[in-house]
């Protein structure tokens, strides 16, 4: 079974849903400011040992890739590493082969050059798109806390057939995602805000392994070229 990790926290959620969203069906995006793409580490502890024991007992469950995406992770390691050491009032800092997190006290080993190495150094969860010959394809994902969905459905997969199950979204959506991508520019940030309602409160979350009571979950999406 997957690990039942539970986020139980005292800290007020950054972002809250709009009040005046009509619909889901949108694009919604804002600029961001590249300081901020990566929000302050809060309940790092929690997700790291989350990410951790789900790596261990289920690792085929929260990481995937293609066979042509290690140059992609390559470089998003070492992207989020240099934002991690210069943002500023950051925690992080290097000693030799280690990445340490002063405030939370843990350590990490900077070895592997791939986005689930890469994805233990802070809560979020990634997931890489490349442009292929049939469009925008998720080839690598790093995701330990997905909203009912299954990972090992969703990697090799263009961004429609990743979205086929919302409602309406090929209809709506579809082309207005795809013109988007193809006009992002590099260097550019871009945060989009989620929320949803799920049942329970486990971070690893799919309805048919954890049939709980309901509470509201709030994510935010940050995108970069």
Known sequence: ??????LDSSNVPIYLPEK??????RLGFENCSGDDWIFSAKDLNVFQRHKTELGISRSEECFAQ????????CEFHDFLLRHLLTKPKSSYSRKGNQLIHEQEKLT???????????SLWVPEDFCLLEKEKNGYVMTAASVCSPSNWILQEKIGQTVDFIHDPVPEYDSLLSEKVNRFLEGLNRGRVLLRYNWSIQSGNELFWRDD???NSACLLYTSDAADE
């Open 1 to 6: 079974m997957v690990t039942a990790m539970q």
């Open 209 to 211: 392994l954890n049939p």
């Open 66 to 73: 293609t066979q042509g995406s290690v140059a992609a992770q």
């Open 20 to 25: 005046e969203q009509t619909s889901v069906l």
């Open 108 to 118: 990490w080993k900077i070895e592997d050059k791939n986005l689930w190495e890469a």
